[in-house]
């Protein structure tokens, strides 16, 4: 789980004569994760690619092109059409109608949004209520139509000189304002000085005609319409064509993707005249089947040789083992042939051992690499960890030569998540919603995403149960543990040392999360030797420890009561332990650790000894667990406090609140007393006792603030959870950056063996 898969790094070297052969059987094997021919080999060039390579290329942007206007999606998939033998003329043929469709498309919306700005236009022009061609076409007279005061409209117009003359018509409904001034003169200068803002006038051609902004906007409304209904009948064709067309398309699109990839596979090949090197990794137990599948395709045409196994050693640490054949390099022995026999190989890449004797080549192989590549990535996970591979690749896939974080998630985020939240409720609901994102979604991350939502779900629901919580009401509590449930949240003043006991317990959780991801990081850097892990890592283990021993210790006053003393958290406060914290003594060797961790973590690298309040302050970013979940059951109290209302009685403890469930808050106030316990006060009554409009308004609250506590945990428990796991935990270890395993291969889904 922690490991990668084992990878391979394989070699196919042949005659050019068979190239195509053995990119065909490689492609369906769907196994060899190609390298790039990084053209270090003297004597060899990158290969070129199959005839037909551009045409298929092209052809496959065509088909995408086509899908993308027509929309075409999975669902327009019936069965597996069986495609045409001239594949490019049908394509040409479906083009030529979708274009035409998509062109006349294009035309229509274009004149719909002219006719739509002409109207916008014209608009104002109606409710000024003077024709059109009243308002241009003037020899004498100067004439502007727009927005603005008419005061100061007429101010500008007897300022303004040269005119004579001026009159203004304005609507009672508007500030549109129409201006006429004699004689002809400039006026727009003076108009923007009155803050008019001027409106063009409609241009209703030569004819003459006099056209009221009524009859005008009418006109347009009219084209409009026309235009509409043509575009709709356009978008029916279209959409006729998606369904008759969109299965076709898909087919069509997987089997030139096939071919682009084999057409131009060669330019990852090192080529001479004669002969090929292919390069590639598989996982290791897949070597064999990719040897015979090749050998059983072009029989001794091609050698197939394992090079490296990227494996790792008793420490755990991956290494590289070079000429493996026969078991000869690093101890690692050659994949058996299934028949129990061996796979033919002869662990070098000599060219002249091609199968056909009389075939020329140019000297020996080369031997070493094609090129630097490292192995790509497939993350070695049971199937309930894989959910959380998703949350560690929007990090980064982890490298080869790291450990995979996704099962430290699997086992810390939900539990996180759930101790947070605990809600019986909230956890059916988070399981019931992570369950739909599972079965309604084809996306891979979404579906991860839903498998992380199921598991949080759980743990919520568990932590719920023992808490005792059932959307923030306590009745669980009562039904299955009598009353008294094994721990608290801690926000009801009876309970008040449980929110002290979950701080505490935060900043252990974090000592803990913190320790395995250092002891990753030693672990990982045992590879360069242990003083490089202790100087690296040690160090940091042994200052955290140290100082948090201390400080448990109370050594100089440095903890507070609730983590040493009589009244502190492990001595009854609330878990009865009987731990008071360290004695002195061990407080002080813890001091001593503190420091010679320092010393190591300066001598290992001195610009990181500026940093080494890390070890408390990371600790301490923990408590927002406690934090959270505090915050998190006072927002679903509120909700239940305004919607049932609340009541208190006095306890030994302190004051205990209970929710208006059964009766009203006032009920049990004039009671007086409630278990033999006095009730002292109302703290609200309860919409639900306050009437029908009241209990209406009531319920409206409950469903949305619950609604809303659901997704403020998303918002602030989750992002919280996933905080602490990337910040402070994959920021002691983790780097990430590994390859994805991508075979050289296409599963089809419409297009079949076509």
């Known amino acids: 789980m922690l490991r990668p898969e084992k990878m391979g790094r394989v070699s196919v070297t042949g005659s050019k004569a068979v190239l195509d052969d053995v990119v065909e059987t490689a492609h369906d094997l769907n196994l060899l994760h190609l390298t790039e021919y990084d053209g270090g080999w003297e004597g060899f060039e990158p290969g070129n690619p199959s005839e037909g390579a551009d045409r298929a290329s092209d052809a496959l942007v065509t088909v995408r092109s086509l899908e993308s206007i027509l929309e075409v999606d999975e669902t327009d998939a019936e069965g597996q059409p069986v495609l045409p033998d001239d594949l490019y003329a049908e394509i040409e043929e479906v083009r030529e109608q979708v274009n035409e469709l998509d062109d006349r498309r294009d035309e229509l919306e274009e004149e719909l949004r002219s006719v739509e700005e002409e109207l916008d236009a014209v608009r104002p022009f109606v409710q000024l209520g003077i024709d059109l061609d009243l308002l241009d076409g003037y020899d004498n007279l100067s004439v502007a139509v727009g927005e603005g005061d008419v005061a100061a409209v007429r101010s500008a117009m007897v300022d303004q000189a040269g005119v004579d003359k ?15 001034a004699y004689p002809a003169v400039d006026i727009s200068d003076a108009l923007v000085g009155a803050q008019f803002t001027a409106y063009e006038v409609p241009d209703l051609g030569d004819d003459g005609e006099s056209v009221s902004p009524e009859q005008y906007v009418q006109q347009l409304e009219q084209r409009y319409r026309e235009l509409e209904s043509k575009l709709e009948t356009v978008e029916d064709q279209l959409d006729d064509l998606r369904v008759e067309v969109g299965g076709f398309l ?14 131009e596979a060669p330019l990852s090949f090192a080529t001479t005249e004669n002969a090929f090197v292919a390069e590639g990794w598989l996982p290791y137990d897949e070597y064999v089947e990719l040897a015979e599948g090749l050998q059983d395709a072009v029989g001794d045409h091609v050698d197939v040789d394992l090079l490296e196994v990227a494996d790792y050693n008793d420490e755990g640490h991956p290494t590289d083992s070079e000429n493996v054949a026969g078991g000869a390099a690093g101890g690692v022995g050659e994949p058996a042939a299934a028949d129990g026999g061996e796979v033919a190989s002869d662990g070098g890449r000599d060219l002249g051992r091609i199968a056909e004797a009389d075939v020329a080549t140019d000297g020996a192989g080369p031997d070493v690499a094609m090129s630097h590549s490292t192995p790509p990535v497939i993350q070695d996970n049971p199937g309930p960890v894989k959910p959380f591979e998703a949350l560690v690749e929007v990090i980064n896939r982890p490298k080869y030569s790291e450990l995979d974080p996704s099962v430290i998630l699997f086992l810390t985020f939900p539990v996180f998540y759930g101790f947070m939240i605990g809600d019986l409720g909230y956890g059916i609901l988070y399981m019931l919603l992570g369950g739909a994102l599972m079965t309604q979604f084809d996306s891979d991350i979404i579906r991860s995403l839903g498998g992380v939502g199921v598991l949080a779900g759980f743990f919520t629901a568990i932590f719920g149960v023992l808490y005792g919580e059932f959307f923030g009401l306590h009745q669980l509590g009562e039904i299955v543990w009598g009353g008294s449930p094994p721990i608290h949240k801690g926000l009801i003043p009876e309970y008040s040392d449980y929110a002290l006991g979950w701080l505490v317990l935060s900043l252990l959780a974090g000592i803990l999360h913190l ?25 940091w283990l042994m200052m955290m420890f140290g100082l948090w021993t201390w400080i448990f210790a109370g050594a100089s006053g440095s903890a507070p009561d609730l983590i040493y003393g009589a009244d502190s958290v492990f001595n009854g406060h609330p878990f009865p ?68 209302g609340v009541w ?33 006060e109302v703290m609200f009554g309860g919409l639900v006792h306050g009437g029908i409009g009241a209990a209406l308004g009531g319920i409206v609250i409950l469903v949305l603030g619950h609604l809303l506590v659901l997704a403020l945990g998303v918002t602030s428990a989750g992002l919280q959870a996933v905080r602490l796991e990337y910040v402070e935990f994959f920021g002691k270890f983790y780097e990430g950056g590994g390859d994805e395993y991508e075979p050289f291969g296409y599963e089809t889904r419409f297009a079949g063996d076509d």
């Open 648 to 680: 208190v009685t006095e306890t030994e403890s302190g004051p205990a609140w209970h929710f208006g469930i059964d009766h009203s808050p006032q009920y049990y106030l004039e009671q007086g007393t409630y278990h033999g316990h006095e009730v002292t």
């Open 250 to 263: 898909l087919a069509a699109e997987e089997k030139l993707a096939v071919q682009v990839q084999k057409a």
């Open 166 to 180: 001026h009159e203004t018509f304005t609507s009672e409904e508007s500030d549109v304002v129409a201006v006429f």
């Open 515 to 539: 320790t395995i991801g250092w002891i990753f990081d030693f672990y990982e850097n045992l590879s360069h030797g242990f003083k490089d892990a202790m100087l690296e890592s040690g160090s």
């Open 577 to 644: 332990l009987g731990f008071a914290g360290f004695s002195p003594e061990i407080g002080l060797a813890g001091l001593v650790v503190f420091g010679v961790g320092l010393v190591l973590l300066v001598a290992g690298e001195p610009i990181e000894g500026v940093e080494f309040l890390n070890v408390l302050v990371n600790v301490l970013s923990y408590t927002r667990l406690a934090a959270v979940l505090l915050a998190k059951a006072g927002m679903a109290f509120v909700v239940n406090l305004l919607f049932f």
